[in-house]
């Protein structure tokens, strides 16, 4: 499930930091959640504006559902994020 050793801006994203992160956040997002928005993020052809917008959309979800939004996809979108601010400056 990790995006980790794909080219471009992917290989720096920190969907898994440690094992246990990803793990973590399957348990809070459900194994089926979070294989839907990697599965959505692999298709993205390196674009990390639409990555945001997908991970922005599922925190969104959570929010609306009363559920606490995992640790490791707020930090996944505060990395993508930087990654947009930084592409749009032309870093």
Aim: proline fraction near 3%; charge should be negative.
């Amino acid at each position: 499930m990790s995006l980790e050793g794909r080219s471009g801006w992917r290989t720096r994203m920190p969907l898994k930091n440690k094992a246990g992160d990803t793990e973590d956040m399957a348990q809070q997002m459900g194994s089926g959640e979070l294989a839907e928005l990697v599965h959505q993020m692999e298709q993205s052809d390196d674009d990390p504006r639409q990555c945001y917008a997908l991970v922005k959309k599922q925190i969104t979800e959570f929010r609306r559902s009363g559920r606490a939004v995992p640790d490791e996809l707020s930090r996944l979108e505060r990395q993508l994020l930087s990654e947009c601010m930084q592409a749009s400056q032309g870093r």
